[in-house]
């Protein structure tokens, strides 16, 4: 079966009365652990904090290449966990994604090891003597036109 984009929601529960910039940072987390998820080529966190249910919930979009609807959810659940952010809970969208909406995930580069930079000459010294070579006391090394 071939992979389709999916969208997944989740409702994060956030501790306390949130300032925008703990919402901010839950954005950070979750994008931190997209990078290294495979297949996740979204995860946003959206504000504003909504109070519900004795406590404030933030919406998180996450953008997944699965196979089916299934396995888009438990690649949710993974990102979730490895960015240590607790859900309440976890459902498709049910919004239908184009490739334009979410482009395929790029495979992870392995660069070769790089070459050492090839060892610096040693300087070396320079005093008393001009560009062209001629040593310098006191007057000018060329000659003025002067016959």
Known sequence: MAAKPYEVIAKCT???LPAASDIVAVGERL???RRHAHGVVRA???PPAVFRDGGYVVEARIVTWADDGDAALRAAEGLFEAAKVVCADLYLSGRTLSEA???????ARTSAP???APA???KTSVRGRTAKGGTVK???TKRRGRR
């Open 120 to 122: 610096a000459k040693p």
């Open 101 to 107: 909406d979410a482009p395929r995930p790029v495979a």
């Open 44 to 46: 946003v966190a959206q």
């Open 114 to 116: 790089r070459k050492p």
């Open 31 to 33: 994008e931190k652990a």
């Open 14 to 16: 956030m501790v306390g």
């Open 138 to 140: 006191g007057r000018t």
